[in-house]
């Protein structure tokens, strides 16, 4: 089946850093991808999403390029702020029978040090 | 922005009892759904909903499960009878559309629950 592997469980920076977290992705057939930033005592929220291959989505200074060859949609940030700590996830939607159903990676916790 | 939100937000109950999850979806939405996340897992799909139908669900759809949203009230996760093994977080979502520029799932705050 579907699946969506974050490597990162756990990234610490400083502000102004720059971040990278990887996701890759497994799906038998061309699915939409997403990120989603989470906050402590709320459910996950969209950043964007990309649909074909060397799409580019973005939002609030992050961005990742769907990238089928490598099966990739890292995500990039050239300079993080204190309030980019949150929880990550990188996300594939198969549109299946008519409704996305998501499939989640595990999440990737952001800690900023000030 | 546009609100999900979810009640209780957190429910402790004894295995074998029946639980309701209500989620109260952003207003003019039509498809929905629910998620399940173990602590420490990952959030998996259970089902989507639309136009009064399960649309699709997942092998974690167990038979005791069940959805509904009657007269376009809350849409809910009826689980009867439960068992240890369904404590978790249990994320509900909306979406206006589906497969396009707006089936952007917004999610609720999620309903921590614990079956002892």
């Known amino acids: 089946g579907d699946s969506v592997t974050q490597t990162e469980g756990q990234v610490a920076l400083s502000e102004e850093d720059f971040l990278t977290i990887h996701c890759n992705y497994s799906?038998?057939?061309?699915?939409?991808l997403f990120w989603y930033v989470q906050y402590p005592g709320e459910g996950p929220q969209f950043l964007f999403r990309?649909?074909?291959?060397?799409e580019k989505g973005s939002s609030r200074g992050f961005e990742a390029t769907y990238d089928k060859g490598t099966t990739s949609f890292h995500l990039r940030k050239a300079s993080v702020q204190e309030s980019d700590s949150a929880v990550y996830y990188c996300?594939?939607?198969?549109?299946?029978?008519?409704?996305?159903?998501?499939?989640f990676g595990k999440g990737t916790q952001l800690i900023i040090q000030p | 922005g546009p609100k999900v939100l979810q009640i209780p937000s957190h429910q402790i109950i004894d295995m074998g009892q029946m639980v309701t999850l209500n989620c109260d979806p952003v207003?003019?939405?039509?498809?929905f759904y629910w998620y399940k996340q173990i602590l420490g897992q990952q959030m998996e799909f259970l089902v989507n909903?639309?136009?009064?139908?399960?649309?699709?669900k997942s092998k974690l759809f167990k038979d005791q499960f069940s959805v509904e949203r009657p007269d376009g009230s809350y849409f809910t996760l009826k689980i009867q009878p439960t068992a240890l093994e369904d404590s978790a977080v249990y994320f509900c979502?909306?979406?206006?559309?589906?497969?396009?520029?707006?089936?952007?799932?917004?999610f609720g705050p999620g309903t921590r629950l614990t079956v002892l």
């Open positions: 979502a909306s979406s206006l559309d589906w497969g396009g520029a707006n089936a952007e799932q917004f």
């Open positions: 799906a038998s057939g061309y699915p939409a």
């Open positions: 990309a649909s074909r291959d060397k």
């Open positions: 996300a594939l939607g198969d549109d299946g029978e008519g409704a996305d159903r998501l499939t």
């Open positions: 207003s003019n939405h039509l498809y």
């Open positions: 909903f639309y136009n009064g139908k399960v649309m699709e």
